[in-house]
């Protein structure tokens, strides 16, 4: 049986994924890059979150190209609506998230 490091539970009863997750407040900021191009910022999140794997699941769910750095998710094109439609199906509060 695993026991995690932060809270001293087994894996299976761990909670600390879904308070990382509450305790977020997350915001959703659309910028305009060079030539006109339509930049969707993920702002917000802790380095308690993997962002790598966030923006791969962001990634992958829009459809869209993108990376991660400085805290921030970048995602090519404007995804405003929709990235917190994947945000809230991937467990975070809809109430936290800012559009």
């Given at each position: 049986m695993e026991i995690c490091k ?8 761990c909670v600390?994924?879904?308070i990382?997750?509450e305790?977020?407040?997350?915001k959703i900021?659309?910028?305009k890059?060079r ?9 917000g999140?802790t380095s ?5 794997q966030?923006s791969?699941d962001?990634k992958?769910?829009?459809a ?9 998710i ?10 917190k ?15």
């Amino acid at each position: 049986m695993e026991i995690c490091k932060k809270c001293g539970l087994p894996k299976e009863l761990c909670v600390c994924g879904t308070i990382i997750k509450e305790s977020q407040k997350i915001k959703i900021i659309l910028d305009k890059r060079r030539y006109g191009k339509m930049i969707t910022i993920v702002d917000g999140l802790t380095s308690d979150i993997d962002l790598k794997q966030l923006s791969k699941d962001l990634k992958r769910k829009l459809a869209c190209g993108g990376t991660f750095k400085n805290g921030t998710i970048e995602l090519q094109g404007n995804h405003r609506n929709r990235v917190k439609k994947v945000l809230v199906d991937l467990g975070f509060p809809e109430d936290r998230i800012e559009s």
